[in-house]
């Protein structure tokens, strides 16, 4: 049996629209800067029930029936949430478990959490959250967003107010919208740096 090329795990709901509106990106490889892959949300994608915490002590066993269907694996999660050892215990456990059952797998610990991967100063992220243009400087004002940072330095308080004084939209669709809308040639997140390099690595551009 041929098997599909990468599954991943998520902690919710947020994360999988996230990846739904990347992956549902026309040529999204490119972007990466790596190699044709396959990702079917409906094949590809799972979701976890309780969280960031489930992801953190059974992903091992989460992604376990899918070995004979999956070629490599990714868990995603974030690093704040309650009792989080933080993000360099969670990789390291995760990565360890993992390891003993798949020959390729990745874990990817987003700090703080997935809001960090919204922001960037485009024109395209007010629109995506369903926020005023003008975001990024009523940000500035309020202080959740000082002049010469490259993002919040609390990203989900920052989506939070704008969210709560501004009325930019409360669903998880903004994730996807985001995915859909801004580029990520200038993320420096370093969670997102390590999921482009880990793709970058088993999807290599000359494997086309």
């Not at 999204?28 to 790596?34: A, D």
């Amino acid at each position: 049996m041929t098997q599909r090329d990468v599954v991943f795990l998520v902690a919710d709901g947020s994360m999988e629209q996230m990846l739904r509106g990347f992956f549902g990106r026309p040529y999204f490889h490119r972007t990466l800067g790596c190699g044709r892959f396959e990702v079917d949300p409906d094949q590809d994608l799972i979701v976890a029930s309780r969280r960031d915490s489930e992801v953190f002590g059974q992903a091992h066993e989460l992604l376990r029936p899918y070995l004979s269907s999956h070629a490599r694996a990714i868990a995603m999660l974030d690093n704040a949430w309650e009792g989080s050892p933080g993000s360099d215990v969670i990789k390291e456990r995760v990565s360890k478990r993992l390891a003993e059952t798949w020959d390729e797998s990745a874990v990817i610990v987003i700090d703080p959490e997935l809001e960090a991967w919204v922001w960037q100063d485009n024109p395209n992220v007010p629109a995506a959250l369903g926020a005023p243009a003008e975001s990024r400087r009523l940000l500035d004002v309020a202080g959740y967003w000082p002049a010469g940072q490259p993002k919040p330095p609390d990203p989900k308080e920052a989506l939070e107010y704008l969210r709560i004084r501004h009325g930019a939209d409360r669903s998880k669709a903004v994730f996807r919208r985001v995915a859909e809308r801004v580029s990520v040639r200038s993320c420096i997140d370093p969670a997102f740096l390590h999921l482009r390099d880990t793709l970058r690595d088993w999807f290599p551009e000359d494997s086309l």
